[in-house]
T-cell receptor, first 112, second 116 residues
Framework: QKEVEQDPGPLSVPEGAIVSLNCTYS??????FMWYRQYSRKGPELLMY????GNKEDGRFTAQVDKSSKYISLFIRDSQPSDSATYLC????????????FGQGTTLQVKP | EAGVAQSPRYKIIEKRQSVAFWCNPI?????LYWYQQILGQGPKLLIQ????????DSQLPKDRFSAERLKGVDSTLKIQPAKLEDSAVYLC??????????????FGQGTRLTVV
């Protein structure tokens, strides 16, 4: 079993739709949860960063962490064609030597 | 603030040849990571440095891969000899080591390696 599971998609939605991206994990020691966006032929760029459980909102993006269920989500409101990319969830344990573990990534296409 | 710099951007080599990648992290970032990203997969950690010491290299194929980080700044990743399955994007990332809220990792553009 992988430490972090993410449905690879692809996910195709019309412009303006609400998008829900999810990851599950098995390591209860994970405390930091991140979402990265990766455009084709580019390195991942950090979108959202959450510590422990709870919600965090930034513009059209909302990240949720449910540690009891070992489940994290990223919601994108009013999706735009420019949101078309691969979305990677990543997690790490507490401490400066904690490994940063990624999910497989979900490919999202937002159609105009 | 300058980002993580990697070179080269692209490299094509024949199997059994050797190759080296270079990474310059964000200034002041003590933690440096090398990831391998095979097409269609998420990045897989190869090695993690804290300053110039190795924190984790459990997934580094040590019979062919080596990495070093001299003086706790720049790092090089080497593959010798390369195999076809090493074709991937090699990503370098860096982060600040406090263990607090500033532990986000920032990535470079990556080096796309094709082994033929």
């Amino acid at each position: 079993q992988k430490e972090v599971e993410q449905d690879p998609g692809p996910l195709s939605v019309p412009e303006g739709a609400i998008v829900s991206l999810n990851c599950t994990y098995s390591n209860s020691a994970f405390q930091y949860f991140m979402w990265y966006r990766q455009y084709s032929r580019k390195g991942p760029e950090l979108l959202m960063y959450t510590y422990s459980s709870g919600n965090k909102e930034d513009g059209r993006f909302t990240a949720q962490v449910d540690k009891s269920s070992k489940y994290i989500s990223l919601f994108i409101r009013d999706s735009q064609p420019s949101d078309s990319a691969t979305y990677l969830c990543a997690m790490r344990e507490v401490g400066n030597t904690g490994k940063l573990i990624f999910g497989q990534g979900t490919t999202l296409q937002v159609k105009p | 603030e300058a980002g993580v710099a990697q070179s080269p951007r692209y490299k094509i080599i024949e199997k059994r040849q050797s190759v080296a990648f270079w990474c310059n992290p964000i200034s002041g970032h003590a933690t440096l990571y090398w990831y391998q990203q095979i097409l269609g997969q998420g990045p897989k950690l190869l090695i993690q440095f804290q300053n110039n010491g190795v924190v984790d290299d459990s997934q580094l194929p040590k019979d062919r891969f080596s990495a070093e980080r001299l003086k706790g700044v720049d790092s090089t990743l080497k593959i010798q000899p390369a195999k076809l399955e090493d074709s991937a994007v090699y990503l370098c990332a860096s982060s600040y080591p406090t263990g607090g809220l500033n532990t986000e990792a920032f990535f470079g553009q990556g080096t796309r390696l094709t082994v033929v």
